[in-house]
Nanobody, 125 residues
Framework: VQLQASGGGSVQAGGSLRLSCAAS????????MGWFHQAPGKEREFVTA????????LHADSVKGRFTISRDNANNTVYLQMNSLKPEDTAVYYC???????????????????WGQGTQVTVSS
């Protein structure tokens, strides 16, 4: 599976962005997908994840009520809608796919096997 993230950019606080992650490979629809972010000088952190059919999601407490993950299996794409953005959301955002234990949606970085290249999100105050 190859993942290509896009949609990042610069916005003011309170604004919105939608990230996309396009996946190659016929088994995409079987895999839980996740979004992580990494700010300068910090470790990569969990943001949100979704199961294979969109019926189950997890969110970090910091993004609950602001970020929404969704997927379109017909088009091999997962989305991250980010609303009410804050300066502390500034980071490189990565999408990831989990190919093992695929019935479980995970927050753990090490549970994901495939990673996209990242897209920069910058939120100014």
């Amino acid at each position: 599976v190859q993942l290509q993230a896009s949609g990042g950019g610069s916005v003011q606080a309170g604004g919105s962005l939608r990230l996309s992650c396009a996946a190659s490979g016929r088994t995409f629809s079987n895999y839980p997908m996740g979004w992580f972010h990494q700010a300068p000088g910090k470790e990569r952190e969990f943001v949100t994840a979704i199961n294979w059919n969109g019926g189950s999601t997890l969110h970090a407490d910091s993004v609950k009520g602001r970020f929404t993950i969704s997927r379109d299996n017909a088009n091999n794409t997962v989305y991250l809608q980010m609303n009410s953005l804050k300066p502390e959301d500034t980071a490189v955002y990565y999408c990831a796919a989990r190919s093992r234990n695929i019935v479980v949606v995970s927050r753990r970085l090490t549970d994901y096997d495939y990673w996209g290249q990242g897209t920069q999100v910058t939120v100014s105050s």
